[in-house]
């Protein structure tokens, strides 16, 4: 598991954060971390495929989708 897209988790979740502030609304804890298991699913997803198509490890296929974003 590549370390920035295990970071990415808890930038996420401040992300929420920020928003819940924003509207002045409260999510609950179920709703953040099923939006949380969306964007991680999808976003692992995509690092697998990426890592796997260009034949490399999943650290550089991290950054490579970064970079493409």
């Known amino acids: 598991m590549p370390d920035?897209?295990?970071n990415?988790?808890?930038v996420i979740v401040s992300y929420f954060e920020?928003?819940?502030?924003?509207?002045?609304?409260r999510w609950r804890?179920?709703?953040v971390n099923q939006e949380l298991k969306l964007l991680m699913l999808?976003?692992?997803?995509e690092i697998k495929?990426?890592?796997?198509?260009?034949?490399c490890d999943?650290?550089?296929?991290?950054?490579?989708l970064?970079?493409?974003?």
């Open 29 to 31: 804890l179920e709703r």
């Open 49 to 55: 495929t990426l890592a796997k198509s260009n034949e």
């Open 66 to 69: 970064a970079i493409s974003r």
């Open 8 to 10: 990415a988790g808890g």
């Open 58 to 64: 999943m650290r550089t296929a991290a950054f490579t």
């Open 42 to 45: 999808d976003a692992y997803t």
């Open 4 to 6: 920035i897209f295990a």
């Open 18 to 25: 920020w928003v819940q502030n924003v509207q002045q609304f």
